[in-house]
């Protein structure tokens, strides 16, 4: 089964508002990273957060991540139309080659 | 810089036929990913290359998917026979270096299998 799971799996919310979307995974891991997609196109490079890491900020988004808890969650502020997409954490397990994304949450910013 | 290149980005085929997928990553990437993405999924690793070595192809289904990346620049993947639960985005992408780094995506080529 795939590593990460995030939650919810779908959430709609009005433009200017915040998401907050989660992510659990199994294993212990090297770094996490998010993604975006917008709809039927390539994914989207967004933020990396290292095992060592507690908390990031690339200017709308904050990650946070706990490895005692194997969570992480993705904060985006004041969201725009233009957030409408899907996002998929990834993790790299410290153990093996293998690079794992999670199901996805699919948000949609109302305008 | 130049992105990830696929091609082709649409391809529809019968089941049973063959196809294969073409990927250019960024000019000195040494690892390049292919992701197999079905509708309402995340991506499935199913290959990785650092170079023109295979670093992990655990999850490619060796009977009918085949990989390679000759001369390590661009790499194709084939699919032969296709079955109906091949259809699928197909993913490439690269990184500068190993694993667990951030990668860069190309479009994707959606297969669809009949």
């Known amino acids: 089964s795939q590593q990460g799971e995030e939650d919810p799996q779908a959430l709609s919310i009005q433009e200017g508002e915040n998401a907050t979307m989660n992510c659990s995974y199994k294993?212990?891991?090297?770094?996490l990273q998010w993604y975006r997609q917008n709809s039927g196109r390539g994914l989207v490079h967004l933020i990396l957060?290292?095992?060592?890491?507690r908390e990031k900020h690339s200017g709308r988004l904050r990650v946070t991540l706990d490895t005692s808890k194997k969570s992480s969650s993705l904060l985006i502020t004041a969201s725009r139309a233009a957030d409408t997409a899907s996002y998929f954490c990834?993790?790299?397990?410290?153990?093996?080659?293998?690079?794992?994304f999670g199901t996805g949450t699919s948000l949609t910013v109302i305008p | 810089e130049a992105g990830v290149a696929q091609s082709p980005r649409y391809k529809i085929i019968e089941k049973r036929q063959s196809v294969a997928f073409w990927c250019n990553p960024i000019?000195?990437?040494?690892?390049l990913y292919w992701y197999q993405q079905i509708l309402g999924q995340g991506p499935k690793l199913l290959i990785q290359?650092?170079?023109?070595?295979?670093?992990?192809d655990s999850q490619l289904p060796k009977d009918r998917f085949s990989a390679e990346r000759l001369k390590g620049v661009d790499s194709t993947l084939k699919i032969q026979p296709a079955k109906l639960e091949d259809s699928a985005v197909y993913l490439c992408?690269?990184?500068?270096?190993?694993?667990?780094?951030?990668?860069?995506f190309g479009p994707g080529t959606r297969l669809l299998v009949l």
């Open positions: 000019s000195g990437h040494a690892t």
């Open positions: 957060i290292r095992s060592n890491e």
């Open positions: 294993t212990s891991i090297n770094n």
């Open positions: 992408a690269s990184s500068r270096t190993s694993l667990g780094e951030t990668q860069y």
């Open positions: 990834a993790t790299d397990p410290n153990t093996g080659n293998q690079f794992y």
């Open positions: 290359f650092q170079n023109n070595g295979v670093v992990d």
